[in-house]
């Protein structure tokens, strides 16, 4: 029904940036707010980021604050997550998936819509 491809990860240094993508395959993303989501080795998924089906609101989790901007090109079907200053407590498989909303007070995981994809790499060693 809604699948998303992510990509982007790889393999960074501490304080290296990396962007990744996600992207709507098979239908349009204009009506959806999108989240970010990641999974560490033996930790739960969590929320990192969300942005609204505009792009005129964005959340973030308190741990990627500052460091983290998540962006959307409606017209390129798109949505980014630019990764700065990354540190290794980053590293994660991340996620994107659709939100019926996104909002601050709740885990963005209550929102999804759109089924786990296979998710991208993100690896912050020296």
């Known amino acids: 029904q809604l699948q998303l491809v992510e990509s982007g990860g790889g393999l960074v240094q501490p304080g290296g940036s990396l962007r990744l993508s996600c992207a709507a395959s098979?239908?349009?993303?204009?009506?959806?707010?999108i989240g970010w989501f990641r999974q560490a080795p033996g930790k739960e998924r969590e929320g990192v980021s969300c942005?609204?089906?505009?792009?005129?609101?964005?959340i973030y989790a308190d741990s990627v604050k500052g460091r983290f901007t998540i962006s959307r090109d409606n017209a390129k079907n798109t949505v980014w997550l630019q990764m700065d200053s990354l540190k290794p407590e980053d590293t994660a498989v991340y996620y994107c998936?659709?939100?019926?909303?996104?909002?601050?007070?709740?885990?963005?995981?209550?929102?999804?819509?759109?089924?786990w994809g296979q998710g991208t790499q993100v690896t912050v060693s020296s």
């Open positions: 098979g239908f349009t993303l204009d009506y959806y707010a």
């Open positions: 998936a659709t939100l019926f909303r996104c909002t601050g007070n709740r885990p963005l995981s209550i929102y999804r819509q759109s089924d």
């Open positions: 942005i609204s089906s505009s792009g005129g609101s964005t």
